[in-house]
């Protein structure tokens, strides 16, 4: 590795005699990198200690089997996927992690009893091997945003889009401490596409599945599925102090300054009537359409105009939230009930 200074007067980096910027991403995955990242970079006792929560047997009040119920997965080379891993101590963790080598690690629930010995006490014929802790997590994609952006798509993002996701961490984030007082909360990028959410307070791990959509159920402002349209549905004659909070305090003005611009959102008439559709006002729609479909010269960028236009022509306020709401929280914050991963995966 050297350096040398560029024509601009910069100093560039140079890994082995090419220039930084012309580096060129490896076509296939190396596994000899991951084998160096495990051996070299993986931080074994920060995560057992995570996974613990105190319960690392130096103080009489802990449970010094606490670590050894929880369940690791681990998806090697081909796809091969191992379940019901468990260790009792960081080397265990350690040496199993560096010899198997997975490309994915899976982090599940604590269970009643050791995930490794189930089969021993599935053959005793006593119901006791059953789910006791899981931490509570929100899984977000950006591919959830497919509807209402227009710059990406997929897996695919770009610096247009991803404050999309930013916005979503920071109206889950607030309510989760302020709404539910949760406290412990850790957002992880997810390895791919979107992030996770852990949330690992000792009231939130021992919630039960019923709670848990209970939670999914206050953040959810639509109706449908990925089999249906989707719809945002603000019911009731006022908005709940939820939503409220998070129209006024963080979506109002990024859609505003930010998003309204980046995606282009009422550039077009493919575009601009998604939104009309929106709208149950016949003659408002009618009258939007008019004004959108003349083409007028204006120094405005048209989609400020056109949100102007929107903004003044509705006699009600809520479809200007219900709008908002659209495209700044893109109709999906997902609940993940299911063992969830803190991504390790290359």
Known sequence: MAIEESENGREDMLIDGQKHGN?????????????????????????????????????????????????????????????????????????????????????????????????????????????????????????????????????????????????????IDTALRDDFGFKHILWVYSGRRGVHCWVCDGKARRLTNEQRAAIADYFRVYKGNENSSKKVSLTGPALHPFLVRSYSEVLERFFETRLLLSQNIFSTEDRYEKILEMIPDTSATSDLRGKWQTKRGSKEDINVVRWEQLKNTLQSGKYKVKLVFLFDLALSNTLSLENCCISCQF
């Open 23 to 171: 580096v060129a991403a490896p076509d296939e995955f190396n596994v000899n990198y991951l084998k160096l990242y495990y051996a070299k970079l993986f931080p074994y006792a920060d995560m057992f200690k995570w996974m613990s929560y105190g319960n690392d047997g130096k103080h009489p009040a802990c449970d010094k089997y606490y670590i050894g119920r929880r369940e690791f997965s681990f998806t090697l080379e081909n796809d091969i996927y191992v379940r019901y891993q468990s260790f009792n101590n960081v080397v265990q963790f350690e040496n199993s992690i560096k010899e198997k080598c997975p490309f994915k690690i899976d982090i599940g629930p604590v269970y009643s009893v050791d995930p490794a010995k189930k089969n021993a006490y599935a053959q005793s014929g006593d119901n006791v091997f059953t789910p006791v802790e899981r931490e509570l997590i929100f899984d977000i994609d950006i591919s959830d945003y497919d509807d209402v952006r227009y710059c990406c798509s997929g897996a695919d993002v770009c610096l247009e889009c991803w404050p999309l996701m930013t916005i979503a961490i920071k109206v």
